[in-house]
């Protein structure tokens, strides 16, 4: 079975200041691993995705993520964080060697503050 | 391009009344599509998926019933909605291809009052 987990439920950073939001993950065999941003009242985002290739993946609005696989984990970064950033995050993880419907599993969420 | 209608965007509906959320797609065929609840603004609920025409899969037993009587066309509904119906309900679709995430849509908000 896989599973990801989002080990926190709200992080706060200062404007400007680095950002990173956790990401953990558990499949058999190669994920395919993604990012969404929520805003309030709104549907999800898709931010970045890693398939294969280079670890560090690069996605929207200056976000990228670190595919690290002997740690299963897949972090979402940001150099500067802007007060605009602030929203629910969800990472999601997707067996590779599975085929179903049901697919994408998605963390629990965590809420990025960013504090001017 | 690929687009996904969800409408109404917020309805406030009486306890025991009846429920129809409708989800269409457009710019694609044949996609796999699914319906979430997401309670008090964190975790989201996997409620119904369905891989084509008249094909649903139910995840959770509850009030709730799905339907897809067109290829791009998915309709959640109730037929007397509970207090704990109340959420935000979303839709995505997802073309095929494990490499492809979900396409949401831009939610309902229900209030059963």
């Known amino acids: 079975a896989q599973s990801v987990a989002q080990p926190e439920d709200q992080v706060n950073v200062a404007e400007g200041n680095p950002l990173t939001v956790k990401c953990t993950y558990s499949?058999?065999?190669?994920?395919?691993l993604f990012w969404y941003v929520q805003y309030p009242n709104r549907g999800l985002q898709f931010l970045l995705k890693y398939i294969t290739g280079d670890n560090l993946v690069k996605g929207s609005y200056g976000f990228e993520a670190e595919f690290n696989k002997s740690q299963t984990s897949f972090h979402l970064k940001k150099p500067s964080a802007l007060v605009s950033d602030s929203a629910l995050y969800f990472c999601a993880v997707r067996d590779s060697g599975v085929r179903s419907a049901r697919q994408l599993t998605f963390g629990s969420g965590t809420q990025l503050t960013v504090l001017p | 391009s690929q687009t996904i209608h969800q409408w109404p965007a917020t309805l406030v509906q009486p306890v025991g009344s009846p429920l129809s959320l409708e989800c269409t797609v457009e710019?694609?065929?044949?996609?796999?599509l699914y319906w979430y609840r997401q309670a008090a603004g964190r975790g989201l609920q996997l409620l119904f998926y369905s891989v084509g025409i008249g094909q649903i899969s139910s995840e959770v037993p509850q009030n709730l019933s799905a339907s897809r009587p067109q290829d791009r066309q998915f309709i959640l509904s109730s037929k007397k909605l509970l207090l704990s119906d109340s959420g935000f309900y979303l839709c995505a679709w997802r073309i095929g291809g494990g490499k492809y995430g979900y396409t949401f849509g831009s939610g309902t908000r229900l209030t059963v009052v």
């Open positions: 710019g694609t065929s044949n996609p796999n």
């Open positions: 499949v058999s065999g190669n994920p395919y």
